[in-house]
C-alpha cells in the first residue's frame, strides 16, 4: 500500500516519541542481580538465547558487558553512545552480514554496491559511495582492521566477517579519535569474538539452506568446538563457516542467470594461554574468503530519470567475461595482559592481509568513445585491478584501576601499511568474452603506498563524587605517506613520479558524566577525530594539482541519556548531537585527471534512541530511531564534485527507525521461539553531481524479517524470513556512461525476499 512521504515521517516520529515517552516515567532503583550475556561454560548456546524467565516470573533485562572504552565495563555505564548486538540476536535472525543487522542501530546506514562492497555510515558523515577512505573504524577484538589510506579503497572494503562465532558487536557513535585513532569520524564498529573456554570442553554444529524469490537457492554450515587443553589454564577454540549466498540477478546480455551468486569461506582459531589470575596471553588467527563470478558488476540498470529498471527488477546488461570478484581477509593477532596491581599493562600485536581481484565491465562507458577510434563494433573493456594490502600494528597501553578518585591511562601506538594497487583496461569482444589484442589503453600501478604512523594518548578521570566524573583525553598522530606510480596508455599517458606527505594530527575529549540515581545517567560528551591527508593519486608533477591533500577533522558536541526503568525491566538510551566537519575530503578534476581534494565545511545534527522492554516473562521488545540531517555548510570549491550550501550528504536519510519483538513460551517437553523485525530507511539524495545538475533521490523503503523455531534439548529448529515483503529498495547508484547525468545508471538493490530453514546442535 502507498503511503505519502508525510505519513512516513509521522510513522518515524511516532517510533521516537515512543521511544522518548518513558524517560518522562520515574526511574527505578533496584539493586538485584542481573543476568550475564555470557553463556556460562558448557550452557547450551539455544538455551542462553532465552530470556531465562520460563518460570514464569518477569525478570530484569539482562546486564551487557562492553569493552568499547577498552575497559569492561556495563553497556548502561559508558558515558557515550553505544549499541551492541549480542550472539543471541544474531543467531535467532540468522543474520550473516551487514545487511542483516545494520538497521538494528540508531544512526547507523550502509551504502552498498553489492556483498562484499559496502561503506559504513553512522550519524551521516560521507562524502558518497566513491569516498576513497573510511569514516568508520573497524576493529576485531583490540586490533584494526583494513586500510587508513585511500590507496586500498579502504571506505568499500569494510570487512563484513561472518557472526557465527562473535559473541557481540559494538557499534561507538560519533568519534573515537582520542582511544582509536584515525579514520573514526563518525564512529566504530567492534567485532568482538567468543574467547576459548579453559575450563569445560564444548561443540556447536548449524547446517542452514534458504532461497531467494526470482533467484537461486544457498545453504551454509558452521562448526565450533572448543576444547581445554590444560584445565583452567590453556584452551583452544575453533570456528569455520561454508555459505553459498545465492544469486537473484540475470544478465540479459550473455543470458547468464544468478550472476551475483557468491561463495564465502572462514575460520578461525584461538589459544587462550592464562598462567595465573594476574596474566592471560591470546592468539587469535581468522582468515575469511569471498568469490563470484558477477558480483564485480553488482546492481541493475536504471533509468535516472524515473529510477525504474531497464530490463526489469533484478536484471542488468553486461559483457561478457567480466564480473569476477575475490577478496580475502586476514588477521593475526597476540594480545597479552599483565595486572601489575597498581596499573594493567596491554599489549596487542597485529598482522593483516587484504587481497582483492576484480574485473569491473566499463564497456558502456568507454566503448562509445574508443569502439570508433579502433573500428569495433562490439568491443568490450573492463577494469582489471588486485590490490595487495599487508598492515602491521602494535599498541602498548598501561591503565590504572578503576576504583580510585584519579583513574588514568597513557598508551602508544604504532602502524605501518604497504599498498600495492594495480589497474589495466582490458579489451576484449563483448559478445564472446575473448581478447582482442589492441595498443595498451590504461595502465596504471600504485605502489608501493607506503603509510606509517605513531600515535600516543592518554586520558584522565577524575571521579568528583560517587555519582560525578570528568574524563579529558588527548592523542598526538604523526603520519607519513610515501606514493609511487606509474602508468602507461591511451586514455592516461606516460607518469613515472613519487610523492611524499606528512601531518601530524592532534585530537582531544571532554566527557564528563553524572549519575542522577544508580540506574539513570546524563553525559556530555566533546569528541574530535580525524582521517589522514596523504600525497595525491594520479597527480604529477607539472599539472598544477595539488601533489597533496590535508587530513579532513570534525568535532562531534553530544548529550545524551541512559536510564533502567520499571524495576531493570525496561532500558532507554537517547542522545543529541551536533558535528562541525571541516576540510571535507572531496574528488576534484583538473584536465580531466581526477584527484583527491579538501573541500569546506559539513554539518550534521540529530537525535538517536534506543528502547529496550522486557514487559512479561519470555517478551522482549525493542525500538530504535534516529534522525540525521548532514548538508553542506558552504559551497563545494570549484573542480570538485558540484554541490551547494545546504545541500544533503549522499545517502544519509533524515529518519531511520526499527521495531521488533522476541517472544519464548514453554511447549510441552520442549520450548518455542518466534520473533521479527520491522525497519525503515528514509529518502536519500545520491551522489553529489559531477556537473551542475539536479540531484538524484533515492526512494524510501522498508523490510520485515520474521522467524520461528523450536528447541528440544540442545537441538534448534528454525525457519525465517528476510524481506518478507519482497522490497526493491535501492542501496545506490552510479552512471554508466561518461554523461555524468545520462542512462543507464547501476543501481544496487536489496536482497528479495529470502525464506530458510535451519538447524542446530549444542555438545
Not at 582509536?180 to 548449524?206: C, E, M, Q, R
Request: one cysteine or more; a negative charge; proline letters at 6%.
Amino acid at each position: 500500500m502507498y503511503r505519502s512521504p508525510y505519513a512516513r515521517r509521522c510513522i518515524c516520529l511516532a517510533v521516537a516519541m515512543a521511544l522518548a515517552g518513558p524517560a518522562l516515567l520515574r526511574a527505578q532503583d533496584n539493586n538485584t542481580g542481573q543476568a550475564a550475556t555470557t553463556p556460562a561454560a558448557g550452557k547450551s548456546r539455544h538455551r542462553a538465547a532465552d530470556n531465562q524467565d520460563t518460570d514464569g516470573k518477569t525478570t530484569r533485562l539482562p546486564t551487557i558487558i562492553v569493552t568499547a572504552d577498552k575497559r569492561s565495563e556495563p553497556l548502561q555505564s559508558v558515558p557515550m553512545a553505544v549499541s551492541v548486538l549480542t550472539q543471541s540476536q544474531l543467531d535467532r535472525q540468522s543474520a550473516s552480514s551487514f545487511s542483516d543487522y545494520v538497521s538494528q542501530v540508531p544512526g547507523l546506514n550502509a551504502i552498498s554496491s553489492g556483498e562484499g562492497w559496502t561503506q559504513l555510515v553512522l550519524r551521516g558523515i560521507t562524502s558518497g559511495s566513491h569516498q576513497p577512505n573510511a569514516t568508520v573504524g573497524t576493529y576485531i577484538d583490540d586490533s584494526p582492521y583494513g586500510s587508513s589510506t585511500i590507496y586500498a579503497a579502504g571506505s568499500m572494503l569494510t570487512p563484513d566477517i561472518d557472526p557465527s562465532d562473535l559473541e557481540r558487536i559494538e557499534v561507538l557513535r560519533g568519534p573515537q579519535g582520542t582511544l582509536y585513532g584515525s579514520n573514526t569520524l563518525g564512529g566504530l564498529i567492534k567485532f568482538v569474538t567468543t574467547p576459548p573456554d579453559t575450563t569445560a570442553a564444548s561443540a556447536h554444529v548449524d547446517v542452514d539452506t534458504h532461497s531467494v524469490a526470482g533467484g537461486g537457492s544457498g545453504s551454509g554450515s558452521h562448526a565450533t568446538v572448543n576444547i581445554p587443553l590444560v584445565k583452567d589454564t590453556l584452551g583452544l577454540r575453533v570456528n569455520a563457516y561454508a555459505r553459498t549466498d545465492p544469486g537473484y540477478i540475470d544478465n540479459v546480455s550473455t543470458g547468464q542467470t544468478e550472476v551475483n551468486e557468491a561463495q564465502v569461506r572462514g575460520g578461525r582459531a584461538q589459544l587462550l594461554w592464562t598462567p595465573s589470575d594476574k596474566v592471560s596471553v591470546r592468539f587469535s588467527a581468522l582468515a575469511q574468503n569471498l568469490s563470484s563470478d558477477g558480483l564485480a558488476n553488482g546492481g541493475i540498470d536504471i533509468d535516472p530519470a524515473t529510477m525504474q529498471p531497464l530490463y526489469g527488477w533484478n536484471k542488468q546488461a553486461r559483457a561478457a567475461g567480466t564480473g569476477l570478484f575475490k577478496v580475502k581477509y586476514r588477521l593475526y593477532d597476540l594480545t597479552a595482559s599483565a595486572d601489575l596491581g597498581w596499573a594493567k599493562l596491554v599489549s596487542t600485536t597485529s598482522y593483516g592481509t587484504l587481497r582483492l581481484n576484480e574485473n569491473v565491465d566499463n564497456t558502456a562507458l568507454y566503448g562509445p568513445l574508443l569502439n570508433p577510434l579502433f573500428g569495433l563494433s562490439d568491443g568490450g573493456y573492463s577494469e582489471v585491478q588486485p590490490i595487495a594490502l599487508n598492515k602491521v600494528t602494535q599498541e602498548l597501553r598501561l591503565q590504572s584501576p578503576e576504583d580510585q578518585t584519579w583513574e588514568w591511562r597513557t598508551g602508544l601506538f604504532f602502524t605501518h601499511e604497504r599498498t600495492v594497487d594495480q589497474q589495466d583496461m582490458a579489451t576484449f569482444d563483448a559478445s564472446t568474452g575473448q581478447p582482442i589484442a589492441l595498443p595498451t589503453v590504461a595502465h596504471v600501478s600504485v605502489g608501493p603506498a607506503l603509510f606509517t604512523e605513531w600515535a600516543g594518548y592518554g586520558d584522565l578521570t577524575w571521579h568528583a563524587t560517587d555519582r560525578f566524573s570528568v574524563l579529558v583525553g588527548a592523542r598526538y598522530s604523526d603520519d607519513r605517506t610515501t606514493y609511487t606510480q606509474t602508468s602507461t596508455g591511451l586514455l592516461i599517458g606516460d607518469t613515472d613520479f613519487t610523492l611524499r606527505s606528512s601531518d601530524q594530527p592532534i585530537t582531544y575529549l571532554f566527557n564528563p558524566s553524572f549519575k542522577f540515581s544508580d540506574n539513570t545517567m546524563g553525559y556530555l560528551r566533546v569528541a574530535s577525530g580525524f582521517r589522514p591527508g596523504g600525497a595525491n593519486v594520479g597527480v604529477s608533477p607539472g599539472m598544477g594539482a595539488p601533489l597533496t591533500f590535508d587530513p579532513d577533522k570534525l568535532v562531534n558536541y553530544e548529550l545524551g541519556l541512559k536510564t533502567m526503568m520499571l524495576d531493570g525491566r525496561m532500558s532507554l538510551d537517547m542522545d543529541a548531537f551536533y558535528i562541525d566537519w571541516s576540510k571535507v575530503q572531496l574528488t576534484s578534476t583538473v584536465d580531466g585527471i581526477s584527484f583527491l581534494g579538501n573541500g569546506g565545511k559539513a554539518v550534521s545534527e540529530g537525535f538517536e534512541a534506543n528502547l529496550n522492554y522486557h514487559p512479561v516473562s519470555g517478551l522482549t521488545l525493542w525500538a530504535n530511531a534516529s534522525y540525521t540531517d548532514a548538508r553542506l555548510a558552504e559551497d563545494n570549491p570549484a573542480g570538485s564534485v558540484y554541490g551547494l550550501k545546504g545541500n544533503p550528504l549522499p545517502y544519509v536519510p533524515k529518519w531511520n527507525a526499527s521495531v521488533g519483538a522476541d517472544y519464548n513460551f514453554p511447549l510441552g517437553g520442549w520450548s518455542g521461539f518466534v520473533g521479527g523485525n520491522f525497519s525503515y530507511v528514509g529518502r536519500r539524495a545520491a551522489e553529489f553531481n559531477q556537473v551542475p545538475a539536479p540531484r538524484i533521490y533515492l526512494p524510501s523503503y522498508n523490510n520485515i524479517d520474521l522467524y520461528a523455531g523450536v528447541n528440544f534439548g540442545d537441538w534448534m529448529f528454525k525457519v525465517y524470513a528476510k524481506n518478507l515483503a519482497n522490497r526493491h529498495g535501492i542501496t545506490s547508484v552510479w552512471p554508466e556512461t561518461l554523461n555524468p547525468m545520462g542512462s543507464p545508471y547501476n543501481a544496487t538493490v536489496q536482497t528479495p525476499r529470502t525464506v530458510g530453514v535451519s538447524a542446530s546442535v549444542d555438545f
